[in-house]
């Protein structure tokens, strides 16, 4: 979430992503750092133990929201 509002103060959009297991974490700190509508797009937990294959295939379904929430 800090790396995301950092981008956005610096006029870079972003798009915060956390396993759903920090999904709670994160609406916190985005508060905490003043962004109060900034949510971060979830994806399944772990993430830590896929291999390179299961991480593309986690990256490759969330492209469409990710571009999507670039695009609003």
Not at 23 to 35: E, H, I, P
Not at 40 to 51: E, F, W
């Amino acid at each position: 979430m800090h790396d995301g509002s950092v981008l956005e103060e610096r006029g870079v959009p972003s798009v915060a992503i956390c396993s759903e297991v920090f999904f709670s974490a994160g609406k916190v700190q985005a508060r905490v750092l003043g962004y109060n509508e900034m949510e971060p797009l979830t994806v399944a937990h772990p993430i830590q133990s896929l291999t390179q294959e299961q991480i593309q295939e986690r990256a490759d379904s969330v492209v469409d929201k990710i571009i999507e929430r670039l695009t609003k």
